[in-house]
């Protein structure tokens, strides 16, 4: 049988050990908080720091205009390129249509930009008949068989509709990454050319287009 003496120590040492666990328990809390904190304190700043370098601009004005777009072209472009999902033919073609579309749809412009550069050359003049003739005027000869005098006034009627998406298709690419590709380009085309029609500095369209196409090959 224990003695009250022993059972008193024995109580006492109980309460010792329950005191030092709570204390090392307190202790390894309030190392866990305080850890927290610092790895959140060193998150917050390297979100600070992330943030501060991804919106501070370019160097080139070419690169700042491309960032705003990418930002917004880029989701539609993921959404329709994912939704491709039968084979990896349809979404190889999505992009090469995207691809060619962007260079078609910029091409114009430069044209346009280079055309201005140069002096258009003085027009020929005019002939004795070109001066007699009116603009507007039909001239017509009585004495022309009657075939000749029949005069068509709808011929876009004998025409054939076409699918627009034929002159946008690649050949012998899949058809159905052709026709999202021209879905979605619909969607995009207008701020592409808009972005690049504002760059009158030719190294700022060059490094637009050169990292448009890189972006989009991504």
Do not use: W
């Not at 120590?9 to 202790?27: L, M, P, S």
């Not at 995207?98 to 002939?127: F, G, K, M, Q, S």
Request: proline letters at 5%.
């Amino acid at each position: 049988m224990i003695s009250r003496h022993n059972l008193a120590t024995e109580i006492k040492i109980r309460q010792c050990v329950q005191r030092a666990i709570v204390i090392v328990q307190n202790r390894l809390v309030n190392e866990s908080i305080k850890r927290l904190s610092e790895e959140i304190e060193l998150r917050d700043i390297l979100q600070d720091i992330i943030l501060e370098v991804a919106t501070d601009p370019h160097e080139s004005t070419g690169l700042n205009k491309l960032d705003t777009l990418l930002k917004n072209i880029i989701p539609v472009l993921e959404e329709a390129y994912k939704s491709l999902t039968t084979d990896q033919a349809q979404r190889d073609s999505f992009r090469a249509h995207i691809l060619h579309a962007i260079r078609n749809a910029l091409a114009p412009v430069d044209a346009a930009e280079n055309a201005t550069d140069e002096t258009a050359p003085d027009d020929p003049p005019l002939n004795e008949q070109e001066e007699d003739e009116s603009p507007g005027v039909v001239t017509v000869d009585i004495g022309a068989p009657p075939e000749e005098k029949f005069i068509d006034i709808n011929p876009e009627e004998k025409e054939e509709e076409t699918d627009p998406r034929d002159d946008f298709g690649i050949e012998g690419a899949d058809e159905t990454g052709r026709n999202v590709a021209y879905e979605t380009f619909q969607k995009i085309e207008k701020q592409i050319v808009e972005a690049y029609r504002l760059l009158g500095n030719d190294e700022d369209r060059e490094v637009f287009y050169d990292y448009l196409i890189t972006n989009v090959k991504l």
